[in-house]
């Protein structure tokens, strides 16, 4: 036998299915939930497999950013081994499928066939290492993406309501810059202070160890 599990991994829970072999599913779905306890009932029915078939099973997953980093840390741990599968080739293989009807159960489902017509290539320590570092650079991408998407709507909100306070400071996104923009956040505020109460509340926000130079008047 060479039996294989197909998981469909989703944000805390999996949806799972065993063959036995090519052709021979074994039982129903299951539910894995990304917890302690969820994740032991799952090492169960690993061992239950691996009873039943003589074999310890291959896991077959489809790589789903973050959410499958728990089962396959889990996978690692317990020395399972295991398949990533590019999304692309498990999408592929579902438009080819003759069964149409989508659910989280069916995908594992065509997972374990999938197991069983290529020939894919586990993963190893370093490659768990690997997906482990995509997954942060992606994530590191979106941030900085969205780092850059926010400073760009703060000068266009800047330029609106306040534009002369461009190049008050050198740094516009400084600690100090951005508390005196909550303080004085339209000309109209500034103006309405005195200049020697404007310069004390600014001295407020600075460090007692620094001194932080204007390039240009307030008022």
């Given amino acids: 036998m060479n039996p294989v599990i197909g998981l469909d991994v989703a944000k805390g829970e999996t949806k799972g299915q065993v063959f036995l072999d090519k052709g021979i599913p074994h039982g129903k779905h299951f539910n894995v939930l990304h917890t302690t306890d969820g994740l032991a009932r799952f090492h169960e029915l690993l061992r239950d497999i691996e009873s039943v078939a003589g074999l310890a099973p291959t896991v077959i997953l489809e790589s789903t950013g973050h959410y499958h980093v728990p089962i396959v840390r889990f996978l690692d741990e317990a020395q399972y081994v295991y398949i990533v599968v590019n999304p692309l080739i498990s999408h592929q293989a579902k ?62 909100v800047l330029d609106q309501v306040f534009p002369e306070y461009r190049g008050v400071f050198g740094d516009l996104f400084s600690k100090v810059s951005l508390r005196t923009l909550s303080a004085f956040p339209t000309p109209d505020s500034v103006l309405a202070t005195a200049e020697t109460d404007l310069a004390d509340r600014i001295k407020q926000l600075i460090d007692s160890n620094r001194r932080y130079p204007l390039s240009k008047p307030l008022a």
Wanted: hydrophobic letters at 35%; one cysteine or more; proline letters at 2%.
């Fill in 95 to 156: 438009k080819s499928s003759l069964r149409k009807v989508k659910t989280d159960a069916m995908d594992a489902y065509r997972l374990c066939e999938l197991f069983y017509k290529e020939d894919f290539e586990p993963v190893r320590k370093r490659g768990l290492q690997l997906l482990n570092l995509r997954t942060l650079t992606r994530q590191r991408n979106s941030v900085t993406h969205l780092y850059i998407q926010t400073k760009l709507q703060f000068h266009a």
